[in-house]
């Protein structure tokens, strides 16, 4: 996702990422390769979007309009910084008749337990808001990135205090371990079938013509794939076909497994 905040506060030395951006130089585009004619659509439900403060809304009745179905929001990164969209921003989009959900940027300065608690101030989920961790190189500040420790003590955290796992958002060489981004980093240690995450649905970052599954998820699959990271309208999966939606200057895109019944009693069962 890789968005970038302003500084609105915070510790100095804060990265300023987040969902909703420029994909790591690690990801691969195949502008040339024919895609399928039915593009994303044959993967599951394209109606998906997320966004932060950096993407400029102008009406969230347009967005629903463009057949996007839900929006998940930035809500907080780190310990110590909320989006300040984020409030206003979901009630409007929930006016609008849109699903919504929220997602948290993990840093290492804070515990995981000490960002599930900030994230969950803000984000104030109720039983149909689908939450998820942003787990994902800190290219800016790679010492500042989110161990796998840290991301399982958070997803912990947010199931005890609602009852539900959050998704978690990854690239599969990220996931896997591999040498991924800007710096050509790598997660402490890889996500084994073992972990505390594989309980989490899979929100799958892949920019290529189909994802590539992370071994910790081989059997179970991806739930939501972001195949568009739009933040400076060029980056796409399917060749240079336009993935515009009315009502926002850009966003990400995302795919969903299944058909709108299944997102519907999904999404409003909180992710589940």
């Given at each position: 996702m890789i968005s970038r905040r302003t500084w609105l506060g915070g510790a100095a030395g804060l990265t300023l990422s987040g969902c909703g951006g420029t994909p790591p130089k690690g990801a691969t585009f195949d502008k040339t390769a024919a895609h399928?004619?039915?593009?994303?659509s044959a993967f599951g439900l394209d109606a998906v979007i997320d966004i932060s403060h950096n993407v400029?809304?102008?009406?969230?009745?347009?967005?629903?309009?463009?057949?996007i179905l839900a929006v998940i929001h930035k809500v907080t990164e780190g310990g110590d910084w909320f989006d300040p969209s984020y409030g206003?921003?979901?009630?409007?989009?929930?006016?609008?008749g849109l699903l919504w959900g929220g997602y948290h940027f993990g840093t290492r300065q804070y515990s995981g337990e000490q960002q599930a608690a900030a994230f969950l101030s803000a984000c104030q989920p109720g039983p149909a808001t689908v939450m998820a961790l942003d787990l994902e190189p800190n290219d800016r500040n790679p010492r500042n990135t989110m161990t796998l420790a840290q991301a399982e003590a958070f997803v912990l955290a947010v199931q005890r205090a609602t009852g539900r796992m959050p998704m978690l958002y990854g690239h599969p060489a990220w996931l896997d371990g591999e040498r991924y981004g800007r710096r050509r980093l790598n997660l402490d240690r890889p996500v084994t079938p073992g972990s505390t995450l594989t309980r989490c649905e899979l929100w799958l970052a892949d920019y290529r013509e189909e994802p590539r599954i992370p071994i910790a998820w081989a059997q179970k699959g991806?739930?939501?794939?972001?195949?568009?990271?739009d933040e400076t309208e060029q980056n796409f999966a399917f060749g240079s076909e336009p993935r515009a939606v009315a009502g926002v200057g850009h966003c990400d895109r995302n795919v969903f497994k299944g058909d709108e019944a299944t997102l519907q009693r999904w999404w409003r069962n909180g992710g589940r």
């Open positions: 399928p004619a039915s593009g994303p400029t809304v102008t009406d969230f009745a347009a967005v629903r309009r463009s057949k206003s921003r979901r009630r409007q989009a929930e006016a609008a991806w739930r939501l794939w972001q195949y568009v990271a």
